[in-house]
């Protein structure tokens, strides 16, 4: 996500709607502003940030007025536990998204072993597709050393097929990379 934003920019991307607000009543301090944070970097990247500075310090400031909460409570946010735990369970079902489960994983090493890894040699593309199929199929992508394992997987399996060295499923071999 870039990190320098235009005020209009912010404000298109970052404001908080009516039923974001809502699903903030429960919330107070670093967890309402942590909560924030997640849903509306989720709205727009599809997956959760790796860690706060990934969110951008004027998205902070800016989401930290809407909350009425100090932005320096952002560095209060437990990136672990309960709670974060919650608000993403919370923030997937908003968006009509789940988790991306080992079996989704092989089935995305094979889709890409079959469809892509033939045609395209970049592995920095492969991972891109893996994000968008991921967002078409409404899964939150895997992280990204595990896109690069799924990938690599992939790859080595398109390899062996076309050599005739193929496994006859790529699921055991997915698996293992995740």
């Known amino acids: 996500m870039r990190q320098e934003w235009e005020p ?8 908080l709607l ?3 607000q809502e699903r903030l009543r429960d919330k107070s301090g670093a967890n309402r502003l942590g909560f924030a944070l997640f849903l509306k970097f989720f709205e727009v990247e599809a997956r959760f940030p790796e860690n706060a500075e990934e969110i951008p310090a004027p998205a902070v400031a800016y989401v930290a007025q809407q909350v ?3 932005a320096e409570e952002w560095a209060a946010y437990a990136w672990a536990g309960r709670a ?4 993403r369970v ?5 968006f009509g998204f789940r988790e991306c489960t080992e079996e989704d994983q092989a089935q995305l090493a094979e889709w890409l072993a079959v ?3 033939g045609v395209e040699l970049s592995r920095d593309r492969l991972a891109e597709a893996v994000v968008a199929r991921c967002r078409k199929d409404r899964l939150e992508p895997p992280t990204p050393g595990r896109i690069a394992r799924l990938v690599g997987s992939a790859v080595r399996a398109s390899r062996s097929w076309r050599t005739g060295t193929a496994p006859t499923t790529i699921c055991s ?3 293992t990379a995740t």
Not at 8 to 15: A, G, H, P, Q, S
Not at 84 to 87: F, G, P, Q, V, Y
């Open 173 to 175: 071999t997915a698996r």
């Open 115 to 117: 469809e892509l890894c």
């Open 84 to 87: 974060i735990k919650r608000h």
């Open 18 to 20: 009516e039923e974001d």
């Open 90 to 94: 919370e923030i997937r079902g908003a």
């Open 8 to 15: 209009e920019d912010l404000i298109e991307v970052w404001t």
């Open 68 to 70: 009425k909460v100090s």
